[in-house]
C-alpha cells in the first residue's frame, strides 16, 4: 500500500504524529491470527503470536522471521517484566506465564478463588512490577483459539497481580468481554478495550478510562472512545498520551480525552500494535495473517 493512500486525517494534530513519506510495510505474511507483539530491544527483535497455528514467532530487524516457541499453547497477548522476561497469556492453558532468563516457563496465574481462569488475553506491566490482564472468553468459545470449554468464572474480569507475594485481584468484573489495556505514560490511568460486540452487538466497541489508585484499586470506567470500524483489541500509548489502537480498518489514534485524530489504513483487520525499533518509533502491527509496520512521528511509552 502506498505511503498517500494509508493516513486518513481527522484532526490537524495527527500530522504532527506520523511521517507521510513513511510507507506500511509488510513484513510477513504467514500467520491465522497473529496478535501479541512486544518488542525486545536488547535484542533487537519483535516477539509476536501465531494463536490458532500456536505458535510464537519472531522477528529480527534485519527482516528474518523465525520461529520463537513451536508449541505455544495458543498463546495470545505478550510482554516484558521490569526484568526484561517475557510475560504470555496462553488461551490453551488458560494461564499467565512468565520465560525466564534460562527459557524455563514460571505460571504466574491460572485460577481465581480456586476456579479456573477463563482464557487470558493481554497483559501489561506497571512500574511497581504488579502484572495486570483481562480475561473474557475467546480462548473456550471454540477449539480454533484454544479449547472449548464452560467459563468457570461468574464474569469476564480484568486482575492485577502482585508477582511478589502471588496476590491475585480483580480490579474490574463489568465487562463483556475484556481485551487489550495500556496505561498511560504517568500510570495515573488504566485503559481498557471491551470487545463483547464481536457476539453481541447491544456491547458498545469502545475503549473505557480508569483512574488508578495507590492501593492498586481502580475508579471510574467511563467510555473514552468508540471504534467507529470493527472492535478495539490491542492497544498501546505513546509518550504524549495518545492511544494507537486495533480497528477493523486499521489502526485509530486517539488523543487522551478520547478524540479520533487519525487512521492508518491497513488492509486486513488490526488485532494489536506495538512500538519497536532502536527509537521506539516504529508502529508494528499484526493484522490477521500478517505483521506490518510503520515509523511514526512519535515514540512509545516504556511499558511494552
Excluded at 457476539?199 to 472512545?225: M, Q, Y
Excluded at 487522551?256 to 518509533?281: A, C, D, M, W, Y
Aim: hydrophobic letters at 35%; a negative charge.
Amino acid at each position: 500500500m502506498s505511503n498517500s493512500s494509508i493516513y486518513e486525517i481527522h484532526d490537524p494534530r495527527f500530522r504532527h504524529l506520523v511521517v507521510g513519506s513513511a510507507a506500511l510495510d509488510e513484513l510477513y505474511s504467514d500467520c491465522r491470527w497473529a496478535e501479541g507483539p512486544v518488542w525486545f530491544a536488547d535484542l533487537n527483535c519483535l516477539i509476536f503470536s501465531d494463536i490458532p497455528n500456536e505458535r510464537m514467532l519472531r522477528y529480527s530487524q534485519d527482516g528474518e522471521v523465525s520461529v520463537f516457541r513451536p508449541r505455544s499453547d495458543f498463546a495470545n497477548g505478550n510482554t516484558r517484566d521490569n526484568q526484561g522476561r517475557l510475560i504470555t497469556c496462553q488461551h490453551g492453558a488458560r494461564r499467565l506465564v512468565r520465560t525466564e532468563i534460562d527459557g524455563t516457563i514460571t505460571v504466574l496465574a491460572d485460577s481465581y478463588q480456586g476456579k479456573r481462569l477463563n482464557s487470558p488475553n493481554d497483559v501489561v506491566v506497571k512500574s511497581d512490577d504488579t502484572i495486570w490482564f483481562t480475561d473474557p472468553s475467546y480462548g473456550i468459545m471454540s477449539n480454533y483459539e484454544g479449547y472449548k470449554a464452560e467459563p468457570e468464572q461468574a464474569t469476564r474480569n480484568v486482575y492485577r497481580l502482585d508477582p511478589a507475594s502471588g496476590m491475585l485481584t480483580v480490579v474490574a468484573s463489568d465487562f463483556g468481554q475484556p481485551n487489550g489495556l495500556a496505561f498511560s505514560p504517568d500510570e495515573s490511568k488504566l485503559y481498557i478495550a471491551d470487545s463483547a460486540h464481536s457476539h453481541d452487538s447491544n456491547w458498545p466497541a469502545h475503549i473505557r478510562s480508569f483512574d488508578v489508585r495507590a492501593d492498586g484499586t481502580l475508579v471510574g470506567g467511563d467510555e473514552l472512545c468508540v471504534i467507529d470500524k470493527g472492535l478495539p483489541d490491542g492497544f498501546r500509548s505513546d509518550i504524549a498520551g495518545n492511544i494507537w489502537s486495533s480497528a477493523g480498518d486499521g489502526v485509530h489514534c486517539f488523543s487522551s480525552e478520547g478524540e479520533l485524530l487519525g487512521k492508518i489504513l491497513v488492509p486486513q483487520t488490526v488485532s494489536n500494535v506495538t512500538f519497536g525499533g532502536p527509537r521506539r518509533n516504529r508502529l508494528f502491527v499484526t493484522a490477521t495473517k500478517s505483521l506490518y509496520a510503520v515509523y511514526t512521528a512519535t515514540s512509545g511509552v516504556r511499558f511494552c
